[in-house]
Structures are given as C-alpha cells and as structure tokens.
C-alpha cells in the first residue's frame, strides 16, 4: 500500500462519514456544516487527482457560495432553531434499500468494466492543465458556446430565484 | 498508485449516500443537500476519467465546470421554491407538501 | 397597316366596346352611345379600307388577303384560325358594316336620348312617356329607355358576332360568330322582359334556332371527321372536293358533301327562318324595331344565308342536296308571302316579307344562281334593314300622337290605326316608298329589281317550276307592299293619334336617307350585260368579282325576255292592284283577305303546339314525370330509403350497440375507469415515493437492458 493509496483512503473515509452525516444527523445546520466537510473532502480528491482549478472552484463556489445559502436556508426556514419530529420519513427504509440496490448496481457496472483497473499515466510536468481548461474554455473550437449557454442558465435562474422567493405583500 | 476502481466505488457511495439522502429525508433543504452530494460524486467521476484517460483531452475538466454551474443554478432556484413554498404553506416537510395527491 | 393586320381588326372594336359598356361606363348614357358608334364607326372604316384594297387586287378571288395563326395543338399538327377575305367576304363586310353603322345610329334617336326620364318607367319594359311643363300647360313627350346602356353594349356584341362571322376563314370561329349572334338576338328580342310576350319570343328564337345550329355543329363535326380540317381553303380543294363527292354518306343515298351540306344547311334553315323553322322570327318582332332591323335584315339572317353561299362549292356536288335546298327555298317564300298579306301590324309584315326574301335567295342558291343569290342578299339587306328602320320611324311617330291623346289602347303598329302619315312625316315617306319599291323590284330605278331579275333569269334557265314559284312569291310581295304603304301612308288619317304623328330625329332619319341611296345605286352595279337598251353602259362590276369567288367561273346567264317581261308584269301589277284595293280600305273588316288561315300563318305554330310542344309536355309530364320518376325513379328511392333504413337499424342492434358501444365503448371506458380506480392510491402526492417508483422502474429497465437485450 503506497502513500498515495493511504492518503486516498483517509480523505474518501473521512469525506464518506462527512457526506453520511450528512444524509442522518437531525438538526439540519449540522447537516449544512457536515456537507461542508463532505466538499472538502472531495475538493481534496481533486487535487489528489491534479485537476487543481477544480479543487480551487470547488472551494470557492460549493463551500463558499453554496453552502452558505444552504445555511440561510436553514435559518429562514425554521421557526425555532431546532426541528420537531423525525427527520427521515416513513418509508426511509424502502428509500436505504434503493440506495443501496443502485450501489449494488453500480458496483457491479464498475467491476464488469475491464478498464477499471487502469492506472493513472504520469503526469507530463510542462502540462499546463489550468491554462489548457481556459483556453479549451473561450476557444471557438472548443466550448466557449456551452460555456455561454451555461452562463445564459445561471443568469436565468438567479432571476427566476429571485422572482419565485420575491415577498410581494 | 490509486486504481481507478477505487475513485469510481468513491463516487458510487457518495451518490448512494445522496441518493438515500433525496430518497428519505423530510426536510426539503436536507433532499437539496442530498442532490448536492450525488452532483459531487458525478464530478468526481468526471475528473477521475480525464485523469486515467488522455490528460491533454481537457473535456472531463469542461463537463466538471458546467456542472458547478448547473448545481449553482439548481440550488439557488431550489432554495428560492423552498423558501416561497415555506411562506405560502409554513412548512418545509415533503410529505406535507402533497396537492399532487388525487 | 397591313390589310391582314386590319382584317384582324376589325371585330375588335365592338366587342371592346361591350365589355367598356358593361363594365364601366353602364351609368352614362351619352358615353355608352359614343363609345359604342365609336367602335362601329372604326369596324366601318376598317371594312371600307379592306373592301378598297380589295377592289385594287387583280384577281383577286385566287389572291384573296388572309392570314391564320396556330391556335389549338393537335397530335402532330395544329388547329389553325384566322381571316379570309375574298370578293364574297368584302361584298358582306361592305354591307354589314354600312347596316350595322346605320343602325347604331338610329338607335340614338329610337331609344329618345335627350328625352327626360320616364314617370313611371320601369327597366324591362318600354318606355311609358315623361310628364313636362312647358309655358305652363303640361304634355306627355317620349321618355328615354330605361336600359339604353344595357342595348348598345349587346348590339355592339352582336356586331362583334357577325363581324367574327364574316372574316373567318374557317367554320368554327364562323360558328362561334354564329351562336354569339344567338345569344344576343336572344337577349335582344327579350330586351324588354317585363313583357311576357318578349320573353317568350326570345325563349322560342332560341331553341329554334338552336335546333338548326345542333344540325349544323354535327355538320360541322362531320366534315372534321372526313377531312381533318375546317378551313374553307382548304376544304374547297378539287382533291378535296372531289373526295367528299366521291364518298357515299350511307344516309338515303346522299354522298358524303351532300349529307354535309345538307346538315350545314339546316342550321341556315334555323338561323334564317326558312321553313319549317321559320316560326321564331315573326314573333321577334316583340323586341326594340333597330334589333329587328339588325337581326332580320342586315345581319343574322344574312348570316345564315352567308353560310350556305361560302359552303356552295361544297353543297352544289350532291344534286339531291341542292334540290332539297331550292324546294325549301322556293317553297318558303311563296309561303311567306302569302302569311304577308294577311297581316295588320306594320313590322310583322315586314318579318314574313324578309323570311320570303331569304326564301328567294336559298332557292337561287339551290338551282345555282350563286352569283344572283350573292346580289339579292346585299340589295335586300340595304332595303330590308331600311323598311324596318322606316316602320320603327312609323310606330315612333305613332307613339308620339298615342303620348298626345293619351289613349293607350291604341297599338301604334297596327297599320289599320294609321293612313296618311305621308304628310306628317315626309322624309320617312319617301324613304320607306323606296325600300318598299326596291323590295317589290320596281323596274329599272331600284337594287331589288335587278337581283330579282337575275333570280328569276336563273330561274328560268334552270328549273321552270322554281320559276313560276317565285314569279307568283314576288307578285305577291309587290301586292303586300303596296298594301302597306297605302295603308299607312296614302289616304287620310283614320284615328286621332295618327293625324298627331310628327317627323322622328335627325338621328333616325339620317340612316334612312343613307340606306335608300344605297337601296337603289346597288342594283346598278349588277345590271346584266345583254339586257336591252341599258346593258352595257355599266359594266357587270358584281358578276366579275362576285364569280371570282368560286374556281369555276359561272357564266352569266343567257337573257331571255319571258323573265324580264315576268319581273316587269309582277312588280308593276302587284303594286296597282295593292293600291286600287286598299285605296279605300279603312278598317281590318273591309279587308278581304283576312282569311284564317293566312291570318293564323296556317296554324304552323297550333300545328306545332299539337305535334312537338303538345307531346313533349304530356310525355315529360305522363312518361318521364308519373312514370319514370314518380314510379321508377322514386320508387327505386323509396326502395333504398326502407333498405338502407333497415341495414341501419340491423348493423345498430347488432353491431353498433353491443360490439362498439358496449364491448369498445363502455368496456374501455369500465376498463379505464377500474384501473383509474385501482392505482389512484399510489398517487399520493408525495414527490420522494414518485422518485422512488420512476427508481425502480429506471433500476428494472437499466437491469433487464443490461442482461437481456446489450448481453
């Protein structure tokens, strides 16, 4: 077992509880704070896997934007800070046995795949990968036309956002 | 070196967990918190195959972008349904929100 | 301008002008008038300056001018149409132009232009008179026709027809020409139809007219048939001829020209009132007197015997054709004469006298006069259309004394209600005794004598017996038109309104003094060469260019004094004897010829009544109308109607009710509504079960894809 295998394995452990807790624990600021630990974890996945910009993007947009208005969320919805009842519904045992069928699925996909124990070729050390991102970004040839239409989405439904949670009284 | 089974079996229980999540939780915030992590584990994937895949090939890195805008578009109109839906009806539990019911 | 181009040309106008008439300028009386003897006078000029040119050409029956253009595509070939104008062409177009032109211009003054509106005037019925104040007393004064617009434009339509007629070079655009004059005369005789009477004598022209030209359009198609062509040109080839001739027909042993003339010939019967066809024409006497004038002087009649004169060459190669052609000739105008002489209105006189003077023509033609009969059409449709516009005159004149008194019963034709007009109305006078003269054949002075003469010449030479019939037709002619005159003109005035009867427009009696010049110096061109003391000083002009119509030049006639001595005695005899009986007549009593069956046209209408319309209407009402359709064709449908009925019923109880209805219907509906019933329960309304399911059913599908169908 190589260091790289171990560092994977402690932040995948860590970021599996954090994403489990997630999904469990009752009061939902926790939850809020525990998905926050869960994008951590795979924003280190990404550096892990050298895609930098990712793991830069997922910081800032996921932890710093996101979840911040989960948190205001949170806090809008909730009459008292703390939740009454259950937090998981009745049939959250049926909604446990899909999730896990669809594991079971996937795991299954992935095993059958003969690719699936490929390793990961050298990095190549001129590789710029941030500057080849943008370029592939803005490059005609490229995806500058669903970058845009990504943007012309975003625009969309922050306007919509805003319309639907507008207080008209 | 990490096989690329380990990442893919990595994103396949981050999005069962996401998917329990959506699945049985009653808290509208808690399902958006849910659909954020299988979001998450798709992106992994993504980066994991531009990883073992050619490198020079920016494309996995691309879909990765769009899809963090397309989270960020989902969740801010889903916090706002949510918010506008906990002023009409002063809940945010899923099971009480039923007039889809017949 | 090319004479071609001209010819082209010249039935244009007219018809521009009916269509300007109808579509724009209907509300301005002064302005349909003009456009429309604007457009006769240009067809008139063009026909002056063909008939010039033509006059220039040597020879000109082998150079006539035509010109034809590829119209309809056939296999392999082409439909021509276009123009011909050979010397018998120009004589007509001279005539007809002159007619027509006159004519139009007579109408101004007979539809009163200038006069005010009627009182009480209503379209469809002749005008009633206007009420004026005048220095302060009141007085009636003729008022305009209602429709005078509506009359040029179908005039000048029916100049069009007779113009297309004339110039054609081949039988169908010639017998499109035809049927257009069938309509109008038809919408003309009907021109008043507020007037039961009117209407039905346009209705009765129509169909009988229409019988003959049915005839003729089989004739017409035959001759396609058999030659492939129907250019006159063409036709009268020798080749051509001689084939026609040589051909049997297989009808009553005709040969195949024969059976074509024949058939041509009865769509002339029709259309120039020959016997037995000959029933429409007086009663067309219904309609305004310019279009009788029009219709059965200058123009359609003429157009009739037009045709039989261009279809000669073709109808003198079957003798049995041509004798068929001179018996109803001959045999119709001894007949009509006779009907002449028995009748009081003043225009119904002159209707029979025109079907007894086609008669002599159609009878010349069939005893091979060609050249005599080509004479006495245009000399008779100068006179004719000149007597008609003299009688018009005449009954306007009348009209004008029936306005003074008021009394309307008095009937302005009748010729019992006039007598001493000669006075009144000078110019008409004298102009209606010259047409009269000329139609009697009065020696030496008038056209009509010399056509006459030469028919009865040809006559004599050829067929005695045709002779004596049309010497006694013409003693008679001479006999009803002196009769005429005298009664309407000689003596004294016998009621109030004609001693009240004054002198008609300029506009009327110009084309009167016009037409009577030509009645009498036409004749001169066409004086006999041997005929005593006067042959010889003119030159036979018309036989020379009149023959070179046909291939075969005809050689004119021998002379003989019995015709000559005939026509003087006939002509002059008729008219004594016309005047010392009629001299003192005053009444329709005192008259001694008004026997029945004259009076009554020898009942050819009851006899048709009884024999056509009598049987025709019992059998459409008996046969067709009790039996065909009350009992069979009814009965048929009374039939399907319980049939059908009971299928319906049967395929409703059997099928409809209780496979579709309950089975299809109800049962899907049941079938819906139970499993509508059954799942509404996993509606719950709650969005994580629905994910759930949409879960199992994607898992289920993705499972069964994977190790069934991508394995």
Known sequence: MTIDQIIFLVVAVATLIAAFRVVTTGNLIHAAFWLIAALFGVAAIFAILHASFLAVVQVVVYIGAISILFIFAVMLTRKDMRDQGPQLNRNWGFGAFLAALALVGLVFLVHGWSGVTKTAPAFPSEFDAVSALGNALVSPDAYVLPFEVASVLLVAALVGAVYVAYNRK | MVPLSWYLIFSAILFSIGLFGVLSRRNLVAILLGIELMLNSVNVNLAAFWRYGTVTNITGQVFAIIVFAVAAAEVSVGLALVISVYRKRNTVIADEIDMLKF | MSTETIIWLIPLPPALAFFLIVLFTNRNKALSHTIAIGAALLSWLGSMIVFARALGVEHFGEHPFESSINWLPLAGSWFKIGVLVDPLTALTLFFVAWTVLMIFIYSVGYHNFGQPEGDHDQKGLPPHGATV??????????????????????????????????????????????????????????????????????????????????????????????????????????????????????????????LIGLLLFIGTVGKSAQFPLHVWLPDAMEGPTPVSAMIHAATMVSAGVYTVIRMFPLLSLDAQTMSVVAFIGAFTALFAATIALAQNDIKRVLAYSTISQLGFMIAALGIGAYIAAIFHLITHAFFKALLFLGSGSVIHGMEHGVLHTGNHKVDPQDMFNMG???????????????????????????????????????????????????????????????????????????????????????????PLLVLSVLAIGYGWLGIPEDFPILGGLLPNWLHEFAGATLAHHPEAGEFHPVPLLTSFIVALGGLALGYLMYRNVNSSAEDKLQFGFLKNKYYVDEIYEAVFIKPVTWFADKAVYQIMDKGFIDGILHLFGPGTQGIGDAIRNYFDLPFINRFLGDGSANVTYFSGEKLRVIQTGRIQ????????????IGAVLYFFVFA
């Open chain 3, 133 to 258: 104040e005048e220095h302060g007393n009141k007085h009636v004064v003729p008022s305009v026709e209602p429709m005078y617009s509506r009359f040029f434009a179908f005039i000048g339509l029916f100049a069009f027809g007779m113009f297309t007629l004339v110039v054609s070079d081949n039988l169908l655009t010639l017998f499109i020409g035809w049927e257009i004059m069938g309509l109008c005369s038809y919408l003309l005789i009907g021109f008043w139809h507020g007037k039961k009477s009117a209407r039905d004598a346009a209705v009765k022209a129509f169909l009988t007219t229409r019988v003959g030209d049915v005839f003729m359009l089989l004739g017409i198609a035959y001759l396609y048939s058999v030659t492939g062509t129907l250019s006159f040109r063409e036709i009268f080839t020798e080749t051509t001829l001689h084939a026609l001739q040589l051909i049997p027909s297989g009808v009553l042993g005709f040969s195949t020209a024969g």
């Open chain 3, 420 to 510: 001493g007009l000669k006075s009144k109305m000078p110019i008409t006078f004298w102009t209606f005794l010259i047409g009269g003269f000329a139609l009697s054949g009065f020696p030496i002075v008038t056209a009509g004598f010399w056509s006459k003469d030469e028919i009865l010449a040809d006559a004599f030479a050829h067929n005695l017996p045709v002779f004596i019939t049309l010497a006694i037709a013409a003693f008679l002619t001479a006999f009803y038109t002196m009769r005429q005159i005298t009664l309407t003109f000689l003596g004294e005035p016998r009621t109030e309104e004609a001693s009240h009867a004054h002198e008609t427009p300029w506009t009327m009696t110009f």
């Open chain 3, 689 to 700: 079960q629905y994910l759930m399911l949409a879960l199992i059913l994607f898992i289920a």
